[in-house]
């Protein structure tokens, strides 16, 4: 099914540095400085997640409206199809259809990764993608602990070839300190599903623990994980993630100095922040802010971040997701039509960034 909201050239997808549509977004005249240059999609109903096929489309799922996506470069323009519908999917509050994955053999067994809330738990799905019509989906994990909130929803491979998946503790913070529980956790798995060779417990697939609600991952230049979290009162978390590591939740919120709980390296107010999304580009961590409704860059040198800076404070609404484009721009979605933002004519919207 074909829908509206194409609204950008092919080049403003595809290529680097262009000013994109006239109108679209912020004047590219201040170069050297991120700016968003074009609007890649409109009409949307809460994006969220994103992830790039080798041709250079994109396939985006909706949290709400069970959707599978794919935007494609024809002649021109963007188009928006619908390529398939997660019938499992039960949407509430925040649960529902959140992150994709793609394959990084995709090429050959062109095979997609969705973590959806269904009516009994979260589940990781495998399914193949055909053209423009998605497959049966098949669940490769089951039985993480499922919330109306908390439920994390991340998938990125890493370097090594297995598949991380992000949770949260489903408004149970005992669960994130529960060896035995999936909530609260970053997982590490193969394509299969089965826990990951190398993960700290053979037989589960626990990568990291103590996590409240992890809703962005993102590996660095020299394959580092990072993780995004959602502090509770006071203080949001950037994590530096190491096999084994237990990042506190609910003990510590924030740095606690606690021998044996990972300490953030960076923190912000939940005002600021309330993050979601992450990317790695340019040398930089990129952090999308719902609650914070900005776009957060995180220089880096080496592991150690520097000072954050914000952009498009209040200019776009709530951020859900931000992505690496294959020319090396970002993508970055809002998340105003989730219930907790006031929404725009447009909205929810793909924004194309250039960092710089």
Not at 48 to 75: K, M
Not at 113 to 136: E, I, P, Q, S, W
Not at 150 to 158: K, N, Q, S, T, Y
Not at 243 to 254: A, F, L
Request: charged residues 20%; proline residues 8%.
């Amino acid at each position: 099914m074909r829908r509206p909201g194409v609204v950008c050239s092919t080049l403003a997808l595809l290529a680097v540095g262009v000013a994109g549509c006239a109108g679209a977004g912020e004047p590219p005249s201040d170069t050297g400085r991120p700016r968003v240059t074009a609007t890649v999609a409109t009409g949307l109903a809460v994006p969220w997640g994103i992830a790039f096929l080798p041709d250079g489309s994109a396939v985006v799922t909706e949290r709400d409206s069970r959707r599978v996506l794919r935007l494609a470069p024809r002649g021109e323009s963007v188009e928006v199809t619908e390529i398939g519908l997660v019938e499992e999917a039960a949407p509430e509050v925040e649960a529902g259809l959140l992150g994709v994955a793609v394959s990084p053999e995709f090429a050959s067994d062109h095979t997609l990764f969705l973590y959806a809330t269904t009516a009994r738990d979260n589940t990781v799905f495998k399914v193949a993608l055909v053209g423009d019509h998605l497959g049966t989906p098949t669940p490769i994990l089951t039985g993480i602990p499922k919330g109306v909130i908390h439920d994390g929803g991340r998938l990125a491979f890493g370097p090594d070839g297995f598949l991380y998946v992000s949770t949260g503790e489903t408004g149970d913070p005992t669960l994130a300190q529960d060896p035995e529980s999936l909530a609260g956790k970053i997982l590490r798995i193969t394509p299969d599903g089965d826990p990951a060779p190398g993960n700290p417990d053979e037989g589960s697939p626990v990568w990291s623990l103590g996590h409240r609600n992890v809703q962005g991952l993102a590996f660095d230049a020299s394959g580092q994980l990072w993780a995004s979290e959602f502090g509770d009162q006071t203080f949001d978390e950037l994590n530096r993630v190491t096999r084994g590591g237990n990042y506190g939740w609910p003990d510590v919120e924030g740095r606690g100095g606690e021998p044996e709980y990972v300490d953030p390296v960076l923190t912000w107010s939940t005002e600021d922040a309330s993050p979601s999304g992450l990317a790695f580009a340019h040398g930089a961590l990129w952090m999308a802010a719902l609650r914070g409704q900005r776009l957060w860059q995180i220089p880096l040198d080496g592991d150690t971040p520097g000072a954050p800076v914000g952009l498009f404070t209040g200019d776009y609404g709530r951020l859900r997701t931000v992505v690496s484009t294959p020319t090396g721009d970002l993508w970055v979605a809002t998340s105003n039509r989730d219930g907790r933002g006031d929404p725009a004519d447009l909205d929810d919207r793909i924004l194309l960034v250039s960092p710089g």
